[in-house]
């Protein structure tokens, strides 16, 4: 039972370029998350997806970011026209949701991949 | 926003001490769920445990063990006879109320294990 994986692991790229972070959840989780991570700080929440449908974008996810998860499957994380302040470790987690409508306050078990570290030059 | 607050920044002990990590949270869920990871040099965050707000029993799991204390907000994390394998950030989360999906951390304890 493989875990959740990300690639790259590390992404060096000059300010004004396009990157792009791929994320593959645990088989059959139909819950996957994208986090933002800087230096001495807790992960901040970007975006989330249940199966191919985007839910949920954080205010931090700015116009230059879009993420996409095709087939309910692998996602990608897309950054253009990098700035310095997009350096940070971005990291990915999925979840197997068993109930379609949760009771308020439910939440089940997000597991993390080891996360992308991006430095913009 | 309802924050998760960790105010110790770093904490250093020699192995096999014991060393407790503190958690304090805001809510205004009456059922919520608690989580802490961990995460070794590596970078990759690894779940140690989930607690729902129903029960408030200690739970132990080897040299770990978590006191919740509802009235005083706080969850805390304590591990027994330290390693120096043990030395990593640890944080405390909770989902962000209003969403049951997007996790709210603190801002870690760097714990630092010498042998």
């Known amino acids: 039972d493989t875990g959740v994986s990300q690639d790259p692991r590390h992404k060096i790229t000059k300010r004004g370029q396009n990157v792009t972070f791929r994320c593959d959840p645990i088989?059959?989780?139909?819950?996957l998350y994208w986090y933002r991570q800087t230096l001495g700080q807790g992960p901040e929440f970007l975006t989330y997806?249940?199966?191919?449908?985007?839910?949920?974008k954080s205010r931090l996810l700015s116009d230059r970011f879009s993420a996409e998860r095709p087939k309910g499957s692998f996602s990608t994380l897309e950054i253009q026209r990098t700035e310095q302040g997009d350096s940070a470790m971005y990291l990915c987690?999925?979840?197997?949701?068993?109930?379609?409508?949760?009771?308020?306050?439910?939440?089940?078990?997000?597991?993390f991949g080891p996360g992308t570290r991006l430095l913009v030059l | 926003a309802q924050k998760v607050t960790q105010a110790q920044t770093e904490i250093s002990v020699v192995e096999k001490e014991d060393v407790t990590l503190d958690c304090v949270y805001e809510t205004r869920d009456t059922t919520y769920y608690l989580f802490w990871y961990k995460q070794p040099p590596s970078g990759e965050l690894v779940f140690l445990i989930r607690r729902n707000s129903f029960d408030e029993q200690n739970e132990i799991s080897g040299r770990y063990s978590w006191n919740f204390q509802k009235s005083t907000s706080s969850f805390n994390f304590t591990i027994t006879a330290s390693q120096v394998v043990d030395s990593a950030v640890y944080f405390c989360?909770?989902?962000?109320?209003?969403?049951?999906?997007?996790?709210?951390f603190g801002s870690g304890t760097q714990l630092t294990v010498l042998p």
């Open positions: 997806f249940q199966n191919e449908a985007q839910l949920e």
């Open positions: 989360a909770r989902p962000f109320s209003g969403s049951a999906r997007q996790l709210t």
């Open positions: 088989s059959e989780h139909n819950r």
């Open positions: 987690a999925s979840s197997l949701a068993v109930r379609q409508i949760l009771a308020s306050g439910d939440q089940e078990t997000q597991y």
